[in-house]
C-alpha cells in the first residue's frame, strides 16, 4: 500500500492519536514538529501602544502552558482548562472562589491535602463543611442542602481504599441542591474517566501523577463543562496567586501526555495481573482494586473508565502493623515512596505517610503500579512478603 494516496474522507483522528501528535503541533515557521518552550515574562506593547492579545504577562500563562491546556481540554471534552503548578494549588483556586461561608460537602476520607484545606477553612469559618463516606450516595444526599451548598466533591476512585462513586448520580444529587461538582479522578485520567461526560461541573486532576506520568513535574489542573463567571475568578486568583503552571513544566507535560494512552493501558493490565495474583495469596489479607470482579465498585468503575482502571490498588497485608511496614521495605523493584500515576512502581504504608488520626487500615500498602515487566513485580511483591512474614 506504501505510495496509495489516502482517500479524502472524513475522518476524524481519535484522541490517542491526537494525543501522541500534541494535537498535532507543525511549527509554521521551521516544520519542527515538537513545539518550543515560551519562556518569556513580558510582551512587547504593538504599534499602536496596545496590550498584544492574548498574553501581556507570564502570570496570565503563555503559548506553552496554553498548548498544554488545550491538549487537556480536548481529552476531556472541556470548554476550557487551566493549569497550576500543583495539584493543591488547582484545588486552592476552586476553595478560594466560594464566596465566605459558603457551604460545600464533602468525603470523610479522601487525598489528605485537599481534606485539610478544607477543614483548614472550614476552622477558619470561612467555609462550613459536612461530611459524607466516600461512594455513599446516601449520605451525600442527606449532607446536601437544597438552595444553600454550593459545592461537592468526589474523589474516585478514593485514596486510598479505591472506593468508587457513581459520577453521573453524584452529579444529579449536586445539581438537584442547585450545587456544582467537583471531582477529583486524579486516579484514572481523562483518557479512562472523562468526568464532565457524566456530568461533573469542574474536572480536578493532579497532572503531577497520570497526566505527566514521568514524576518529574508537579501540575494541577481544571477543567470546565461550561465557563462563566465562576471560571473567570478562578482563573483571576490563579493570575493573582501567581500560581501557573511554569513553562518548562508545561512543556514536559506535553511531552508527557503523547504517551497517555499507552501508558495507562499497560498500568491497567499489570494492575490487573498482580491483583488477580494477591487477590487469594495466603499472606494478603484484601487487595483493593475497582479492576477486580469481586470489588463492590466494580460495575460502576467499568462503566467510568471503558475497563482503563489504571495503576492504583492497595494491599491489606496479614499479619500487624510492622508486617506491612516491612512488606514496602523489602521491595527490590518497587520503590518505597509517595506520589503515584509514574511509570515505575511505587508502593508505600499509608498510614506513616497520612499521620496518626488519619482513618487508615494500619496493613495497608498503597501501590502504583508502573509499567515494569509484570512477573518482576509479582516476584518483588512475593519475595517482600516473605521475607516480611519469616
Ligand atoms: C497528588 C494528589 C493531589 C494533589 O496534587 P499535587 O500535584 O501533589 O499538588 C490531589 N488529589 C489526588 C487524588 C492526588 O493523588
Not at 87 to 100: K, Y
Not at 227 to 252: C, K, P, Q
Not at 284 to 290: A, G, I, Q, R
Request: a negative charge; charged letters at 20%.
Amino acid at each position: 500500500m506504501i505510495g496509495k494516496t489516502l482517500k479524502k474522507t472524513n475522518h476524524t483522528p481519535s484522541l490517542a492519536t491526537r494525543l501522541a501528535q500534541a494535537l498535532r503541533f507543525v511549527d509554521e515557521e521551521t516544520g519542527a514538529v515538537i513545539p518550543p518552550i515560551q519562556t518569556t515574562t513580558t510582551y512587547m506593547r504593538d504599534g499602536d501602544y496596545e496590550i498584544r492579545k492574548p498574553y501581556w504577562y507570564r502570570r496570565d500563562g503563555n503559548q506553552t502552558t496554553a498548548h498544554a491546556e488545550k491538549i487537556i481540554a480536548e481529552l476531556e471534552g472541556a470548554e476550557d482548562s487551566l493549569l497550576f503548578a500543583s495539584g493543591m494549588s488547582a484545588a486552592m483556586g476552586v476553595i478560594e472562589h466560594l464566596p465566605a461561608g459558603a457551604h460545600v460537602v464533602v468525603p470523610r476520607v479522601m487525598y489528605h491535602g485537599v481534606l485539610h484545606q478544607f477543614q483548614t477553612y472550614a476552622a477558619r469559618g470561612r467555609l462550613s463543611v459536612d461530611y459524607y463516606e466516600a461512594g455513599n450516595l446516601e449520605e451525600m444526599a442527606s449532607a446536601v442542602q437544597n438552595g444553600k451548598t454550593a459545592l461537592v466533591w468526589a474523589e474516585t476512585p478514593n485514596n486510598p481504599d479505591w472506593t468508587v462513586t457513581d459520577i453521573k448520580a453524584a452529579a444529579g444529587i449536586a445539581h438537584a441542591a442547585g450545587a456544582k461538582l467537583v471531582t477529583d479522578c486524579t486516579g484514572t485520567p481523562p483518557c479512562a474517566t472523562r468526568a464532565l461526560d457524566f456530568g461533573a461541573d469542574i474536572s480536578f486532576h493532579s497532572a503531577t501523577k497520570y497526566l505527566n506520568g514521568h514524576s518529574d513535574i508537579t501540575a494541577g489542573v481544571l477543567s470546565v463543562r461550561e465557563t462563566g463567571t465562576y471560571w473567570d475568578e478562578i482563573a483571576n486568583i490563579r493570575m493573582l496567586n501567581g500560581t501557573v503552571l511554569h513553562s518548562f513544566d508545561a512543556w514536559l507535560l506535553i511531552r508527557g501526555m503523547r504517551t497517555l494512552f499507552l501508558r495507562v493501558e499497560k498500568q491497567t493490565q499489570n494492575a490487573l495481573a498482580i491483583a488477580a495474583h494477591f487477590e487469594n495469596h495466603p499472606l494478603v489479607e484484601k487487595v483493593l482494586f475497582p479492576g477486580l470482579l469481586s470489588d463492590p465498585g466494580h460495575d460502576v468503575q467499568m462503566r467510568q473508565t471503558g475497563g482503563q482502571f489504571g495503576g492504583m490498588m492497595s494491599i491489606i497485608t496479614k499479619g500487624n502493623e510492622q508486617t506491612a511496614i516491612d512488606v514496602a521495605r523489602n521491595c527490590q523493584i518497587f520503590y518505597p515512596a509517595t506520589s503515584l500515576g509514574g511509570v515505575e512502581s511505587l508502593i508505600e504504608h499509608r498510614k506513616t505517610t497520612s499521620g496518626e488520626g488519619f482513618p487508615v487500615h494500619p496493613n495497608l500498602l498503597r501501590l502504583s503500579v508502573g509499567i515494569e515487566d509484570p512477573d518482576d513485580l509479582i516476584y518483588d511483591l512475593e519475595q517482600a512478603l516473605e521475607r516480611a512474614n519469616a
